[in-house]
């Protein structure tokens, strides 16, 4: 049981590791971060590697095909190291990594990212920079270093303000060696005050924060000016921690081993720190001008950054450790801005109703209208919230990843390449829409959601969903019915794209979750769909769904199109609210104590509701009068 | 230049030192502590050892006598190993430890400690420990962990608490293992609340605080019981720093080196922990059972406690680097106590006044007083507060360390066999009270000023403090001019104790700059003495202290006998209250503020009245009518 030597290329990253390593966890230890959606339990099929040379063992598996096997190509998790070996590793295995992540066509970025903050937010970051001339002590004036410091904060209205011992230790120094002129960083939270940082002379005009997305997917932070709330730049990654599974629960198992929570917090700091790299190379900004970061995102995430052990998220009654974040230090968490910087998290309802939800009611304002609203984020989960002014109630649906591309045949993420939307003429000719505008090589959500209302527009789907044989491009494949999407000739790795009888049933459970987490909210608050006045979509997800054809597979309700509002990367924009608004702080606590949170599996009508909602649209036709109109 | 090996008779500590390191240093090395009053540098001949056997060499210094010479007794800091080497301690050489050191005589002890809390305080300790019996967490029910803690909390009035990262990753595990049973730590200060410690089970009946006096000489800890304010124990050590030197300067000089103030802070701190364990050891009390402590001391002490450079301390304009003290963490300074426990350091006015005076203040209560009132506290400074209910001045005098037993010949401090009190009956018979009631080694600072009492008492010194040929007991010795207070065959190493001519004028020049602090505050607020009803000694030095006689020196003012009160240890005591009540608390800060600190060395009529006071008792008559009327 000796060492072997890894040699990953087209890098040539080496790494040593003990014989029978799976590589997989070779190429992590690379800091190589291959897609593996199941989490390396040779499920998924998509750590797919070619051995160039050397010795190993590889367990059988049926994601293997017969050309791939003469080719050399295994899958990663499934193939053990037995001595020196050279591995390629292919390029569709390997998530992409900071820049070079295209997630969105061009221009369309900026459109995204840039929700506006809400007017009427006061512009009030948690942090501050005052530059402070102070008199030299003399024995007339001999007051101590830290009180002549509060002496001149007084005038600027922050009397007594905290400060830690580190940093007194170095007070007198700096005091002196800056001639008695510095700048004072204060941060201001829960009516504390609190000296964070003295440096020599006048820096007060470089004072920056972060708006951070911390996504199961992807991580999104946008740098922000807090002189004036502008947005300096924004730039997004893969969450590395895919490598050990797509889903939320597969994350949650893998921080249930030993070392896992402790991989797993410095996979999702390890990104977060990439991107602000990025973002502070480009932008000139140093990290220790970084004074303030807000993090929004799902529980399970939050939970991982801390490192605090999500188990009892994914076990009844499905407890988070804490919903309410104190304010924490950035050192303290790894996120490499000025260590004393603070780290702000916005607060979630419930295991399954993260802050990326809150961030979604701040922004949308849900809970400051007279009228009904709704908002969706679908993801792994759909979360779902309803309500006004008055009460807001919210729900989390267990969809499954088929909506990201996960556990459906050609399905990918929303990258270049993938398949995002469709039209079917007379049942045969087919068009598409690919993201980055190249040839495809896989389907995205929404892409799927268009070829399901496109399948059955044209009768080629039944409500059931089962594939009838109305269309040259159905056709009996080696895992059952499918149905072709884009023929080889015209893709990007020469082989057909198709939607499998297998993959539709996948779509239809997500869909009907989902759907029935919104009639169970409806129904629980006792309206009708009509009263619901706007309809916010929220998330990623959001950006390319054709709204007619959710409707008409029964994904979202049949509202009036004007009804719905795509909202983007409202937890982005809910951070960044909350970088830049106290108010929006004391908000976004008052939400998150006003949301009742509806628990679906304990709702007797759950179970019925997905049941109706697992055909297309749905089994009663009255809920769709648009599609059963047309068609 | 190799290595050499020092062993430390006779516990046989062995220590490994480079060729040419002193022997002072070594022995620090091996964790024994040698006196020195001059911090190394061969001046104060107090460190002697007796080599055993080994290769040294050696300064030539003339602290050793030539019959100590033929017994092999050298300065340990003036001798160099160069060779291994084997070293005897030597009993009066050693600084006491611990439990060991008797400072008062029985039954004095806890008349001193147990000064009482002021009534009218309100019993308000920083830390409170509540039980919690938390429902179990349910579908109907599954708020998250830390919610339901502070759902509970909030039954007791405390609402949203702070709590530190660490302290929520083991939440989890904490409130599951002890089935939802556990007791909470709340800490209270400047109107925040924080969770520092959840543990399993009811543990709610065992919270102890720590006051803390730490004193340039002693360091004095009393274990209180936070659940009634009882004093659990009292235990006392002199502080380790000793070894670099007696006085403040010779400390801040030291720590001034490099690693020097790394030193003196671990010096300090591992003094107060040994203390700790003492008393932790003593009454039973787990050192996690501490969540508080409070420490009271001189500017210097405070600075070297908490690491902070003290050097600007001892410059013009004599600024320390902080007055007010934020609420710290017992662990990051070091302190052995419940690493989540909180350490409060009571504030001080300046450089030279600082926690330890306002703890005074706190105590004697002047500052709600209508009447003029003043306290003293002599060390090697003289520490002075004149005021009343309306306004407070201080100034510091620097006395310099004679009455602390340091500079005079055979001068000791006040512990067993120092000589504390002296009576001189027809110029020739003398009697003495010595401490421990043992056979004298010694002078303490109380016994020097009533031996130069009785010397002009006697006319045996005239009012210059020139010794007289008027006793037998005035003879020529090798200083010079000597009195001799015990012959050898009555002391306890066989010796002569005397007082020297240049003792005399460093005891005059001691009690002068005293005299003249007094006189400076007294004449600045344009009052006079008889106006001051009240005369607060705080401070270890008050407990021997014969009025009269110091007034017969011109130590203290001329007032009636029955307005000096004896305060014992008002440091510890304000600590003592400063820890059990929260308007000590806030009072101390007001003092603070209140205030005036008198810069002496910029007062013109100082230097006069240290000139005029360098007489016995003073060159105006008028200002000691009662000694001129009766002798």
Known sequence: MGECEVVFFPDEKKVKVPSGTDLLSAALKAGIFLASSC?????????????????????????????????????????????????QILPQAKLPEGSSVVLFEKGEELKLFEVPVPEGFSFSPPTKKIFLSLPEPSLQDSVSDLERLNRALRGYGIKNPDVDLHLIRKLPQILRESNWNVTVTIALFNGQKKIIAVEPGDTSNRNFGLAIDVGTTTIVVSLIDLKDGKTVGTE????????????????????????GLEQMHHLVVGTINEVINTLAYKNNVRHNEITAGVCSGNMTMIHLLLKIDPSFLRREPYTPALNFFPVLNAAEVGIRINPAGLLHVVSGVSSYVGGDITSGVLITGIFQQKNLQMLIDVGTNGEIVLGNKDWLICCSASAGPAFEGSGVKDGMRAVSGAIRSFNLFDSEKASYGVIGEVAPVGICGSGYIEIVAELFYAGIIDRSGSLLEKSSRVRSGPDGMEFVVAYGSETGHGRDIVITQIDI?????????????IRSLVGKMGIRFSEIQRFYIGGGFGNYLNIEKSIAIGLLPDLAIEKFVFMGNTS???????????????LAEEITRKMTYLELSRENSYMEEYLSALFVPHTSEELFPSIFKEH
């Open 505 to 517: 049933e996948n779509l239809l459970r997500a869909k009907a979750a989902i759907f029935a987490g």
């Open 39 to 87: 989490g390396g339990k040779g499920i998924c099929g998509r750590c797919k590697v070619k051995i160039i040379s050397g010795q190993f063992s590889a367990e059988p598996t049926g994601k293997i095909s017969a050309e791939e096997k003469k080719n050399n190509i295994y899958l990663a998790c499934r193939t053990f190291a037995r001595g020196d070996i050279r591995v």
């Open 236 to 259: 997004i990654s893969f969450n590395r921690q895919a490598t050990h599974g797509d889903d939320i629960i597969s994350r949650i198992v893998y921080a249930e081993d030993k070392e």
């Open 572 to 586: 982005l924009a809910g951070a960044k609210a909350f970088l830049m608004s106290a108010d929006a702080r004391s």
